[in-house]
């Protein structure tokens, strides 16, 4: 048995990287992978509530960014087992990555923080840093940019986040590049943002690529039935036209405050404190006292709302 990382996916057909020796193959999954009976610490499992079985069957399928184990019968390889994952997402269906590029523009689309507080709530979640490039600043004014840089500044401070501005004319410098080092990257948008530009700035072509693939594919530009990890830096970088889905299903109310990291330094009197009616709440004397960003505030107490919800049905 030879063991890899699946880096592309097409339809049924997977690309996969030897780990020792880097080269590519391709292999179809064995049929017995389809579906596996998996204890409750599985990583594969991922509940909406807290009630998990001992024991669950589900249907399991290889995605990219697996490590999996491949041998060769016949003539073609197939995948034998996917090892445990660090993480996982869904859309877009990747796992075991190291950080999300998230790429937000000063304008057209104006930057959202409710929509990166969301990313940072889920990504937070799932153990996967975040590294946050804001584009478009050669076209704002110097006041409405120093507005926004203010304000990320709190991000940056608070949460410890890595933060770039980049404009629309100049080339990534050295230190942008340097992110990307023995990493596995997702880059991720809206559209607009200026994402394109980003990632041929990083690896030349590669747009002109990944149409060449879709057209093959008779689908539009970007498809949910092709991910594929490139070769960059000593590591590997993705591009997905967006999460498909932010929104909280695998989330627990009591754990949301947990993962809002600037809430963390203020101390509340009651343990367990969800920051929202209990008295003696450090959370909410911080946010009077203009220390925590009001948006932040308003955004955690918008998820808290929308987890409800969800968990109604």
């Known amino acids: 048995m030879k063991k890899g990382r699946i880096i592309k996916l097409i339809g049924g057909l997977y690309t996969v990287m ?20 998996l204890d409750k610490n599985s990583s594969f499992l991922k509940s909406k509530t807290k009630r998990n079985t001992s024991v669950q069957t589900i ?10 184990t491949y041998e060769l019968n016949d003539g073609i390889n197939y995948i034998t087992d996917i090892y445990e994952r660090k993480n996982s997402l869904i859309r877009p269906d990747v796992s075991n990555v190291d950080q999300i590029i998230l790429i937000f523009s000063c304008v057209s689309p104006n930057l959202s923080y409710t929509l990166l507080d969301r990313f940072l709530v889920l990504l937070d979640a799932n153990d996967i840093d975040v590294v946050v490039v804001i584009s478009k600043i050669d076209l704002v004014s110097i006041d409405e940019l120093q507005q926004i840089q203010d304000k990320m500044h709190y991000y940056e401070k608070n949460i410890k986040i890595k933060l770039f501005y980049v404009n629309s004319l100049d080339k990534l410098d050295d230190d942008v590049k340097s992110i990307f080092k023995d990493k596995v990257s997702i880059l991720s948008g809206q559209s607009g943002v200026g994402k394109s530009s980003f990632i041929n700035a990083l690896i ?4 002109l690529r990944t149409q060449e693939t879709s057209q093959a594919l008779g689908r539009g530009k970007h498809t949910t039935r092709c991910i594929e990890l490139y070769q960059y830096n000593g590591g590997l970088i993705g591009d997905t036209p967006g999460f498909g889905s932010l929104e909280l299903y695998d989330m627990h109310i009591e754990d949301l405050p947990t993962h809002f990291k600037d809430f963390k330094q203020y101390h509340c009197k009651y343990r367990g404190c969800m920051h929202l009616k209990e ?33 109604k049905y």
Do not use: Q
Not at 204 to 207: E, R
């Open 18 to 37: 030897d780990l020792e020796t880097n080269d590519i193959i391709e292999a179809k999954a064995r049929g017995k992978l389809r579906f596996m009976k």
């Open 59 to 68: 249907k399991l399928s290889p995605k990219v960014g697996d490590f999996v």
């Open 204 to 207: 030349p072509g590669f747009s």
């Open 279 to 311: 008295p003696g709440c450090g959370v909410k004397e911080a946010v009077l006292n203009g220390d925590i960003l009001p948006s932040r505030y308003e955004s955690y107490k918008l998820f808290i709302e929308e987890v409800k919800e969800i968990k």
